[in-house]
């Protein structure tokens, strides 16, 4: 019914940068908030960055200043430009939306398969 897809990950050296996407299909009616968290090996799931409809941003505290994200309402996309990748941004990064559908009012999150950055040293 929905689903999210990301790309634009991939093996990037120290100090370089990535830009990833995350489109958005299926029988969508509206999308609020959307945003990326990544889970690097043996951690948990944490938050990277997060984009209101509106187009209100927050960050977290680990990424401010080198990544920035952004999104596009007329192509459901969601887009992470990242800069001055150190090490410690390799993760499995995933999109999320939360989304109310043609088929329920209700929002719900939704969450794309993920996507791997490896920043080299």
């Known amino acids: 019914q929905v689903q999210l897809v990301e790309s634009g990950g991939g093996l990037v050296q120290t100090g370089g940068s990535l830009r990833l996407s995350c489109v958005a299909s299926?029988?969508?009616?509206?999308?609020?908030?959307m945003g990326w968290y990544r889970q690097a090996p043996g951690k948990q799931r944490e938050l990277v960055a997060i984009?209101?409809?509106?187009?209100?941003?927050n960050y977290a505290d680990s990424v401010k200043g080198r990544f920035t994200i952004s999104r596009d309402n007329t192509k459901n996309t969601v887009y992470l430009q990242m800069n001055s990748l150190e090490p410690e941004d390799t993760a499995v990064y995933y999109c999320?939306?939360?989304?109310?559908?043609?088929?329920?009012?209700?929002?719900?999150?939704?969450w794309g398969e993920g996507i791997l950055v490896t920043v080299s040293s």
């Open positions: 299926g029988s969508i009616f509206s999308i609020n908030t």
């Open positions: 999320k939306a939360n989304m109310m559908t043609k088929m329920s009012p209700i929002p719900v999150d939704y």
């Open positions: 984009i209101t409809r509106g187009g209100s941003t």
